[in-house]
């Protein structure tokens, strides 16, 4: 997920995830894991994801994109 620039820092990325892992809870999920890029990694880290592993991607255009795995139990 984004947030347009206009709006970050509003607790909207905050208040997806909350209800993301509602849902997950209770559909009776016992884990959330996620790929996140660099700029969402510290939101991730405050809202209780821990680092699993991160890897470098090649889109087809030959950008390079960080992708960090990162997993939170419900």
Known sequence: MYTHPDWTR???GTLLLM??????R?????AIELGSTIPG?????ALGYKEVNRE???A???AENVIIRMLKML
Do not use: Q, R, S, V
Request: aromatic share 8%.
């Open 19 to 24: 209800l993301g892992e509602n849902a997950a």
């Open 60 to 62: 087809d255009n030959g």
């Open 10 to 12: 509003h607790g909207i």
């Open 56 to 58: 470098t991607m090649i």
């Open 41 to 45: 990694e510290p939101l991730y880290l």
């Open 26 to 30: 209770e559909a009776g999920f016992k």
